[in-house]
């Protein structure tokens, strides 16, 4: 295994411009072209926002997490969330449950009927209605459940490579990370993700990218960080400060999904060439709108889409009149008819 100081020493000798950070990866038997990744987000990582997330710069998109038990009961929902297509992959879809049979089973279903490029097993997700099954985040309170779920998705899982997504754990005063980790590469595990905080730190203190260092030093599968990054500046002080092989983006990307690029383009060039006008915007919200109609419905596929256009106008002059607005619309057209109307306005203003 390629140190992260080795590759930086390499990439310094073959004279790189930018040494440190832009690195494709392998995982188990996947060659990744960069390291840059978007986070599973529940309610937000269907088909459409990873499209756009790869189309606007995303190495590997994961899925919303999928509950093992639904896939075994053939349960249409979260059949449908397995689903993928090509012009999305990479693609990670990752499983949550605490039930090692169940888990083996619904990753040897996924992997023979989906094929993906990964299955990610959830050890972070701190909802209580989750926890209180002992899934997600209540796994890092019982190393040897951990253990038998690892071991029996890495066995359904086959070919597949099988990642797992962390907490640093249960609370402040159990951190199992590194414990985890050794597991983990034990059984098999390809990579880690850790949000650099504890279930009990939910999001309300700054995440601790300390301890995506420490795990780094503790195994020697790649060490995918995750926790705050804000901006592709983070990103860069994110690798430097813990030598993580690559990074994972959640809620920036929601409302910019070029943060992929933009990070890119920092990486290497160390300097943002990307920088979204609000026309720009305006036409990703379309893009994102018109992608949620043709797959998730024409009604449905707006209301889910609502918030997030929200989001996108966020900096615009008059975004707080707009955002009610767009929060209410039924269809792509009043969306278009809504814009316009905005850049109309706008040109009078000016
Ligand atoms: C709306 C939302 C949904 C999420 N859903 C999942 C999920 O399904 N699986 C998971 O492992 N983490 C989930 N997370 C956690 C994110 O993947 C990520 O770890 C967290 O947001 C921290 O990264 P960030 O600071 O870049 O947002 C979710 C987070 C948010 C905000």
Redesign the pocket.
């Known amino acids: 295994m390629v140190t992260w100081l080795q590759r930086r020493a390499i990439a310094v000798l073959v004279g790189t411009r930018a040494p440190y950070y832009i690195i494709g990866m392998r995982i188990g038997n996947l060659n990744l072209e960069g390291n840059l990744f978007l986070?599973?987000?529940?309610?937000?990582?269907n088909r459409p926002f990873r499209l756009l997330a790869r189309r606007y710069g995303a190495d590997l998109v994961?899925?919303?997490?999928v509950s093992a038990e639904g896939i075994i009961r053939a349960q249409a929902c979260s059949l449908d969330m397995i689903k993928f297509s090509p012009d999305e992959q990479p693609i990670g879809i990752?499983l949550?449950g605490a039930d090692p049979s169940s888990l083996h089973e619904a990753a040897a279903i996924t992997s023979e009927q989906m094929k993906p490029d990964l299955i990610?097993i959830?050890?972070?997700?701190p909802v209580k209605k989750i926890v209180n099954r002992n899934g997600?985040a209540a796994l890092l309170k019982d190393l040897s459940l951990s253990q038998k779920i690892m071991e029996g998705v890495v066995l359904g899982a086959k070919a597949v490579p099988v990642t797992i997504?962390i907490?640093s754990g249960w609370d402040e005063s159990s951190p199992v990370y590194r414990e985890i980790g050794q597991i983990a590469e034990e059984t098999g595990i390809s990579a880690i993700?850790i949000?650099a905080?504890s279930r009990a730190g939910k999001?309300e203190s700054a995440?601790n990218w300390e301890t995506i260092g420490h795990l780094k030093d503790a195994v020697s599968i790649p060490v995918i960080g995750?926790?705050?990054?804000?901006s592709p500046e983070d990103a860069k002080n994110m690798i430097k400060q813990t030598g993580c092989d690559g990074v994972?983006?959640?809620?920036?990307?929601?409302s910019n999904p070029y943060i992929f690029r933009q990070t890119k383009e920092f990486l290497s060039d160390g300097e943002v060439k990307t920088k979204p006008s609000i026309e720009n915007y305006i036409a990703l919200a379309l893009e994102h709108a018109t992608l949620n109609a043709e797959n998730i419905g024409p009604v449905r596929g707006i209301i889910k889409v609502r918030r997030q256009l929200g989001q996108y106008v966020r900096g615009f002059p008059g975004a707080s009149k707009l955002r009610p607005l767009l929060h209410l619309v039924k269809t792509v057209e009043e969306i278009e008819q809504l814009f316009d109307n905005y850049l109309k306005e706008q040109a009078v203003v000016e």
């Open positions: 986070a599973p987000l529940a309610g937000v990582s994961f899925s919303e997490m990752q949550f990610d959830n050890f972070g997700c997600g997504k907490r993700s949000h905080r999001y995440a995750n926790g705050d990054i804000r994972m983006i959640g809620r920036a990307a929601m």
